[in-house]
């Protein structure tokens, strides 16, 4: 399976971004999705998932309330709505992809897509 990410961009804090992970390939159906980003000079982190059903989602503690992991399978996509942006939000925004369900270590999922930058200014 193929990822693409977009809709990364500059916020100011308290603002919004969504974000979108399109797959493409023969076995496009039946993964869990997840994000991971990171920041300049840090690791790499786990921000959500979602099972391919929908019916699982995972997140990180300090976007719960904040950020939704959303998928559309007919159009193949998983989504991710960040409210109320903050400056420590800043990083590249990986999408993620496994047979399984959701889980935060990223050392189980073999497909990943490019990143996009998201970019929160205070």
């Known amino acids: 399976v193929q990822l693409q990410a977009s809709g990364g961009g500059l916020a100011q804090a308290e603002g919004s971004l969504r974000l979108s992970c399109a797959a493409s390939g023969r076995s496009a159906s039946g993964y869990t999705t997840g994000w991971f980003r990171q920041a300049p000079g840090k690791e790499r982190e786990f921000v959500a998932a979602i099972s391919w059903s929908g019916g699982a989602t995972t997140y990180k503690d300090s976007v719960k309330g904040r950020f939704t992991i959303s998928r559309d399978n007919a159009k193949n996509t998983v989504y991710l709505q960040m409210n109320s942006l903050k400056p420590e939000d800043t990083a590249v925004y990986y999408c993620?992809?496994?047979?399984?369900?959701?889980?935060?270590?990223?050392?189980?999922?073999?497909?990943w897509g490019q990143g996009t930058q998201v970019t929160v200014s205070s």
């Open positions: 993620t992809a496994r047979i399984g369900g959701p889980t935060a270590s990223s050392a189980l999922y073999p497909h």
